[in-house]
């Protein structure tokens, strides 16, 4: 269903978002990044659904990232244990700090499913290393496309960097659902940039 021009009302409770879909079809120029990094990047193989969890958590809080936490345990686990999708840690000082995860399960492509940092490395390089590491492992593999999507309650310079990073965007979308902040899967006081409407009682 399209919507309708102008203004469109949004139920208390509920959380509207402009989603931006991006992708790439060639390996691009990789970006400089910091020489002297105090992180590594490991590959995780086969992640522990509490781990995984736990850190998507850390890196999601000021954005509301809530999909993994609401998906059931084995669902998720049939995702981040498949042999086509790549999960990464950037960690730093033995703690994981970073989350990046590349699936390949469609042939010829890859998804940007999820890449983030915690606030604690948030402008110190560490989104330019992991991002290039990103880049080397997908186009690494026989894919003609690598695509990502971004929302409007991301990082204000996720899209920014994005389209530094050689993406184009190529559709846009609006996303309703339920704040995680009311149904139990984020802390009341996650993303305090986003006021938090809750339906009359």
């Not at 990789?30 to 590594?40: G, H, I, K």
């Not at 050689?166 to 986003?194: K, M, N």
């Amino acid at each position: 269903m399209q919507l309708p021009d102008g203004y469109s009302d949004v139920a208390a409770g509920k959380l509207a978002n402009v989603v931006t879909c991006l992708e790439m079809l060639q390996a691009p120029t990789l970006r400089p990044e910091r020489a002297d990094p105090p992180w590594s990047i490991r590959a995780v193989p086969k992640p522990a659904a509490t781990w995984y969890r736990e850190l998507f958590a850390r890196v999601g809080a000021d954005w509301l990232w809530f999909s993994r936490l609401a998906m059931p345990v084995d669902k998720l686990e049939s995702i981040i244990h498949d042999p086509a999708v790549e999960v990464y840690a950037l960690s730093v000082g033995g703690r994981d700090e970073g989350l990046l995860e590349l699936d390949f399960r469609d042939a010829g492509q890859c998804e940007l499913a999820f890449f983030g940092l915690t606030g604690a490395l948030l402008g110190q390089g560490g989104g330019r290393a992991l991002m290039n590491h990103a880049l080397r492992r997908a186009w690494s593999r026989p894919i003609r496309r690598l695509w990502v999507h971004t929302c409007t309650l991301d990082h204000p310079g996720a899209l920014a960097f994005y389209l530094r990073s050689g993406f184009v965007a190529y559709a846009r979308q609006v996303e309703v659902a339920d704040d995680p902040r009311l149904t139990g899967l984020a802390p009341r006081s996650a993303a305090p940039h986003v006021p938090l409407i809750e339906p009359a009682r």
